[in-house]
């Protein structure tokens, strides 16, 4: 674990801290600036995560080079692309939902 991926699960918890008290107290600004601060955390934690796999691959590197390089360059594209896009499949829920308290209200 490095200092990307305990950043961004910092960013993530106070991300949804801040979008919790906005959705709370009806700031609809501080709950947004939260969920944003949760993309940002989800995506610095990938981050993070992709270097340790990138470090280890160069550490193993030796046994096959070019297998290991293509099959980790391939798990980090995987792993980032899902990574993001549940992040904006949690997001777009969380907005819907803001959408239709407003829509009540």
């Known amino acids: 674990m490095n200092k990307e991926t305990i950043e961004g699960k910092f960013d993530q918890v106070a991300g949804k801290a801040k979008q919790k008290l906005g959705e709370a107290i009806g700031n609809e600004k501080l709950a947004n600036s939260g969920a944003a601060e949760q993309i940002k955390g989800a995506a610095k934690e990938t981050w993070g995560n992709a270097k340790d796999v990138a470090s280890a691959g160069v550490t193993n ?45």
């Open 61 to 105: 590197a030796n046994a096959d080079k070019e297998s290991l390089t293509d099959e980790i360059a391939h798990n980090m594209r995987e792993r980032l692309t899902k990574t993001v896009q549940d992040a904006k499949n949690t997001i777009s829920e969380k907005l819907d939902e803001m959408k239709d308290r407003q829509d009540k209200a």
